[in-house]
Structure formats: C-alpha cells, structure tokens
C-alpha cells in the first residue's frame, strides 16, 4: 500500500465521519383512528424534527447544502385521501417564543388537552381527549414550532439568533412548509396557514413570502388574535393610538365583571366604539387645549365605560396603558385580570403596584398544556426526546425587527401584496371579545386600512367570541369557533 493510498483511505474515513455527524430527520411514524360524527377517521402522524439546509456560497464557490437547523413538527394525514381535493393547514402560534401546543391540543388536533375554566380548572396531572371537533375532519394539520420553541434547535455550530427575528422565522417556517409540501406530494393541494396572535404576523407575512420567493400560493388564511401593526399594540410616549383602539375590550372586561349592571353586551361594545371612535381621539388630540368642562366629560365617559373611577382616569390623563387597567380594575377586591383572557381573575402579592406580577389567565392553563404535550408526544405519538420541550420560551429574546429599523412594525402590506398578486386568498379573523393582548378593535382597525380593491374586502371575513386569546378555553366558544374555521376550510378549497 503506498502513503497515496493510506492518504486517500484516510479522506474517506473523514468524509464518512463527517457525514455520519450530520443531523438527520429523526421523524416517527404512528397509526390512530377518530370517530367524528359517527364517521371513522383512520389518520397517519409523523412526528419528529426535519433538518432544515441552505445553500452555501464561500468566496462565490458553492459549499454544500449545509444544515442549519432542525425543525419539530406533528403532522397528521388522513388515510386514503385524495392529495389534490385534500386541504393542508399549516399551523403555528406567536410569542414570538412561542411553540404550536395552544393550537395543536387546545382546537385543531384530533387530541385536546381538558383544562377546566374560569372558576372550574381541572387539577392535576388534568386529562387528554379525543377532539370530536377536529379540523383533522376537513384538512390535513402540520403544527410547526420554530426554532428554539418547542423541540426545534439551531444544529450544533449554528448560532440560533439568525432565527430570532422577523426575517429569519419567516425564511425558516416558509423553508420547512416548502419542504413538507414537496417531500408529501402537495403542491397541487389547497393550503391553508393557520395562526394564533405573532403567528398572525407571520402567517400574512408568509402569504407574502411563500408567493414571492417559491410561487406558492395559498386558498386561505385563519388569523385567530391577531396582530398585524405593531402600532396599535404600542403603548409608547406620544403614540394615542392604542389607548383608543383598546377601548371597547376595557368596556368588554367591565361588562364580563359586572361594572355595567344589566346592560347587554352589545349596547356596552357600541357605546365604546362610538367614543373611541370619535370623540376620544380628538380629546387626546387636543392636548392642554382642551377646556375643564371638555376634560371632565371625556374623564366622565372614560370612567363610566371602563369601570374605572374618575379620579384614577384623571390621574393617567385620560391614557389607560393595559397592564395598568389589568391590574386596576377590581384593585378594591383584592384581585388582579388576566391579560390573555380577562375573563380569569387572581390574587397579587402586592395591591399597590402599577403592573401585576403575573398573569392569572396564563397560570390557568400552562399546567395543563405542558403535561398534556409531554405525555402525548411520548406515551402516545412515540417520539422521544430528551430536550425540554419550551412551550413559551424567552430563548428567543430579543427578538429582531431590523427590516423596520426607522419605522414600525407591520404586516398589513404584505397581507395587502399577498391579497392583490393572488386575488382567490380567503381570510377568516377569530377575534375574542375578553382578549387584553390582541384586542379585536384594533385588528379590526388594521384590516380597514389594509391596501386592496374594495370588490378584495368580499374574501375576508370576522367571527368573534365571548372569550379571550386562546378563545378556544372557554368550551362553548371551542365547539363555535371548530364550526366556524371548519366551514372556512371547505368554502375557501375552491373544489
């Protein structure tokens, strides 16, 4: 053997080794069965993480189809479907940090996680149900968690701050869904993204995305909480806007609680509306301007639809930051209201401060979520992971918008792009009336302005419920809101 052999024999050895410590998918496969209105859904679930890959250019020369990270996803397909008639739903939740499990075993799954409710949560170790309900009836579900939520992680050598940004999570999610389309024989499906609060910023963001980079167009998408301009969310010095489109959800919490005495619902959402509409946002306009009677009529309005007293309005300038009025609003009896789902009250450590220590409606069903996941994923799917599995995860902070660095954050016009290029998108918004972090108001504020021909704002349609974030929580708004997006899916599959 000459020293060329041992030397070519060696390279070998290396480029074996080198191979053999690439990550790979480690997907499993398992059989289930549903029944669904006395119909038997027999369903394949494959489970595990895909290697996402990039082409890589050194010095102008291609350097291999490297990996970069390695994506966790459950997808579920029903047996013996025809792939062009059978719709695919993609689906994810926000944060960002965020992974799918609120979605996944809270509404869409054939599984569901058994929670409780406000005054009802179930304790401990909590229960895991067949989902009667399930979108898996009329669509193909894959719950998607990016990286560094859920199992997702960058693969080792990687740094996975390139994913923690706007930018970054949108290349990734719109990577792995391509993938999954092609390796599934899908394209010629009708596809649907479904997202829950950031994920409504990332799915417009990818109906954009998915047509502009790889031609991918999509029949609909489900916007449940949405957030779609960061500006109306943004309670910053000299930005009047939220505390506007906040309004009606504060008069919405002061009903739920019982501030407005018999007052129907409806009556206290229009009285708000009228006011936040209209006259409050020329009060904060006018500055010093305003005179002492005008003052003391917009502080009037403001008490008597917020719930609030006149002298806290007062006090705050006639500017009601969220966590404050969450925190504000039953102070006299000791207990704070839940940002997610206001509908959850809790105690505090300390009644004096401006800002609750923790939300009472996240406490509520972080348990059973977490337990839920942890046990299906492994007792019952069969895949295994050593990793803890984030559910909500701080990871991924911060959090990069450098694509609107001088401006602020928005997807609006990429939703509008997305509508004009493929004018058959279909768009169905679930807002919760008791949502404090995306309040409805303000999406629907958004989709007012969004830049589309008017004969477009025929594709886009609204279902609200008398719930919060995950308005899915609250049983009878789950059982509505499963009919609803169902119907969305069937109507908007152009079949």
């Known amino acids: 053997m000459t020293d060329k052999d041992t030397g070519d024999e060696q390279a070998a050895k290396d480029k074996l080794g080198d191979e053999q410590d690439l990550p790979a998918d480690d997907l499993v496969t398992t059989q289930h069965s549903i029944t669904v209105k006395r119909r038997k859904l027999n369903y394949t679930t494959t489970t595990g993480r895909v290697v996402l890959r990039q082409e890589v250019l050194t010095e102008g020369k291609f350097d291999g189809h490297l990996p970069k990270a390695e994506v966790f996803v459950t997808a579920y397909t029903l047996d013996g479907a025809d792939p062009a008639k059978r719709p695919v739903t993609f689906a994810f939740n926000g944060g960002p940090g965020s992974s799918s499990v609120w979605l996944h075993l809270g509404v869409l799954g054939p599984r569901r996680v058994v929670s409780g409710d406000v005054g009802e949560l179930n304790p401990p170790p909590y229960d895991l149900v067949d989902n009667a309900e399930t979108l898996l009836a009329h669509s193909d ?7 560094s939520t859920g199992y997702s992680r960058a693969v080792k050598g990687e740094k996975p701050g390139q994913y923690h940004g706007f930018q970054g999570d949108l290349e990734s999610v719109g990577e792995l869904i391509r993938l999954w389309t092609s390796r599934n024989g899908r394209w010629m499906s009708p596809k649907f993204l479904a997202g829950e609060s950031y994920g409504t910023t990332r799915a417009a963001g990818l109906a954009d995305y998915l047509q502009s980079r790889y031609g991918m167009y999509l029949n609909g998408l489900m916007l449940i909480s949405s957030v779609l301009d960061f500006t109306t969310l943004d309670f910053s010095e000299g930005n009047d806007l939220p505390h506007t489109l906040f309004l009606p959800t ?7 609680h019982g501030l407005h005495g018999d007052r129907a619902l409806e009556d206290v959402l229009a009285d708000a509306e009228d006011f936040a509409s209209r006259d409050y946002p020329w009060a904060l306009a006018r500055g010093n301007r305003l005179s002492a009677e005008e003052r003391a009529a917009a502080v009037s309005r403001l008490a008597a639809l917020t719930g609030l007293s006149e002298d806290y309005v007062d006090r705050v300038n006639l500017r009601i930051e969220h ?13 704070v209201v839940g940002r997610l789902d206001s509908r959850f009250t809790g105690p505090d450590a300390d009644y004096g401060r401006e800002h609750f220590s923790e939300d009472p409606s996240y406490s509520a069903i ?25 559910i909500l995860t701080m990871n991924v902070r911060p959090w990069s918008y450098k694509e609107f660095e001088g401006t602020h954050v928005t997807v609006a016009d990429k939703l509008s792009s997305a509508m004009r290029a493929n004018p058959h998108l279909k768009v169905h918004i679930a807002y919760g009336y008791l949502d404090g972090a995306t309040p409805y108001y303000a999406a629907e504020h958004v989709v007012a302005h969004l830049r589309i021909p008017d004969e477009l ?16 929580v609250h049983e009878p708004s789950r059982v509505q809101q499963s009919t609803d997006l169902a119907a969305f899916v069937q109507s908007a599959s152009n079949r």
């Not at 059973?368 to 799917?381: D, F, I």
């Open 457 to 472: 704002h025929a594709n886009i349609e609204a279902a609200y419920y008398p719930a919060g974030h995950m308005m899915y």
């Open 141 to 147: 579900l894959v719950f998607i968690d990016p990286v």
């Open 366 to 390: 972080l348990g059973p979520y977490t337990a839920a996941l942890n046990h299906y994923v492994r007792a019952e799917l069969e895949y295994e992971n050593d990793l803890p599995y984030e």
């Open 323 to 335: 966590v404050r009025f969450f925190t504000e609003l039953l102070r006299s009896e000791r207990k």
């Open 250 to 256: 504060y008069a919405a919490i002061a009903h739920y």
